[in-house]
């Protein structure tokens, strides 16, 4: 499912459930807030979310089902990823070249380490 029709500051507020990606954010400047306990998960052939713009992800759960693709992958943009908990046992966060991100309050959780679940090529970032 892409967001694509959210301007820049719409917040848009997803409900408690579980959504199986991939979840596209495309739409700069907006922010995608979880309510209750939202679930992003990914399934065997896509990551849960893909970020494609400088945008905000607050207050969700992303889970990593597969070995070959992480929960979240930034392509394009700065996000800012807030109150997050990020879960899998491979890379579970994969920032591309000439992207960033901002992390702040996130738990990653995994049976690796912080090291391999956060993944930045070339890219700025960072976990505070």
């Known amino acids: 499912a892409s967001i694509q029709r959210l301007q820049p500051g719409d917040v848009l507020e997803v409900q408690a459930g579980t959504w199986t990606g991939p979840v596209i954010l495309e739409s700069p400047g907006v922010t995608v807030r979880g309510v209750g306990e939202v679930v992003f998960a990914s399934t065997t052939d896509h990551p ?28 394009k943009g700065h996000p800012e990823v807030l109150d997050c908990i990020i879960n899998g046992q491979h ?20 049976t690796i380490s912080l090291a391999a679940a956060v993944v930045i090529e070339q890219a700025h970032g960072a976990i505070v």
């Open 91 to 110: 890379g579970c966060v994969r920032a591309l070249p000439s992207t960033g991100m901002l992390m702040q309050r996130c738990k990653v959780q995994g």
């Open 48 to 75: 849960a979310v893909i970020v494609r713009s400088s945008c905000r992800l607050q207050g969700v759960k992303m889970t990593c089902r597969s070995q070959h693709h992480a929960a979240l992958v930034i392509e």
